[in-house]
């Protein structure tokens, strides 16, 4: 469709009661990272990637305003790291 362009899911605001996640520093593991899935980078200023590398899974969450900063969920299997992008696209987590 011409015109059209694709931003990334767009999520939903946090519930008044919203489970806390617990972000990590973002930290070189692997060579490379696959990104399976990610939030809108030109509407907000908080991006949240689903990501894979090694084996395992996990959410990234970028700060693309001054300053930026990235930050890891705990690195887990698929079925733990895709629940907890449903509830951070849900507004459950954040």
Sequence with gaps: MKGWEY???HIAAPAKDHDRVEWFPSVPRV???RVRDHTCC???EVVFELCTAGGLWFVRR???SAPVS???SEWQSAREAVE???RLLRGQAR
């Design 31 to 33: 060579d490379r990272v």
């Design 70 to 72: 990235v930050v890891e």
């Design 42 to 44: 030109v509407c907000d």
């Design 84 to 86: 907890l992008w449903r």
């Design 7 to 9: 931003h990334g899911l």
């Design 62 to 64: 970028l700060t693309v």
